[in-house]
């Protein structure tokens, strides 16, 4: 059993910031890619960034510049850094991951929400 735990949503002005965590747990052999996807109301769900096992990472068009993303691989953790934060940055934030446990699997977290206003 495998599960991705999201924490550090919450509610920040514009031009703030915000960083969060997921921790992934249990029977785990090798994580993969890690990312962070973002879903708005009435919106579809979006991705955010990405990051290698080696490091390697990708963002959206949208947060390059402000977003950072990073992972402790021996705490099996990603962040997400979130800076100069606008409020269409508004959205519940999911953690995904490919985890190697007796075969490869995509996991989702639960969702984190983060509210961007004045």
């Known amino acids: 059993q495998v599960q991705l735990v999201e924490s550090g949503g919450g509610l920040a002005q514009p031009g703030g910031s915000l960083r969060l965590s997921c921790a992934a747990s249990?029977?785990?052999?090798?994580?993969?890619?890690m990312a962070w996807y973002r879903q708005a109301p009435g919106k579809h769900r979006e991705l955010v960034a990405t990051?290698?096992?080696?490091?390697?990472?990708n963002y959206a068009d949208s947060v390059k510049g402000r977003f950072t993303i990073s992972r402790d691989n021996a705490k099996n953790t990603v962040y997400l850094q979130m800076n100069s934060l606008k409020p269409e940055d508004t959205a519940v934030y999911y953690c995904?991951?490919?985890?190697?446990?007796?075969?490869?699997?995509?996991?989702w977290g639960q969702g984190t929400q983060v509210t961007v206003s004045s």
């Open positions: 995904n991951a490919d985890i190697s446990v007796t075969g490869l699997t995509n996991y």
């Open positions: 990051i290698t096992s080696g490091g390697n990472t």
């Open positions: 249990g029977s785990i052999f090798t994580i993969y890619t």
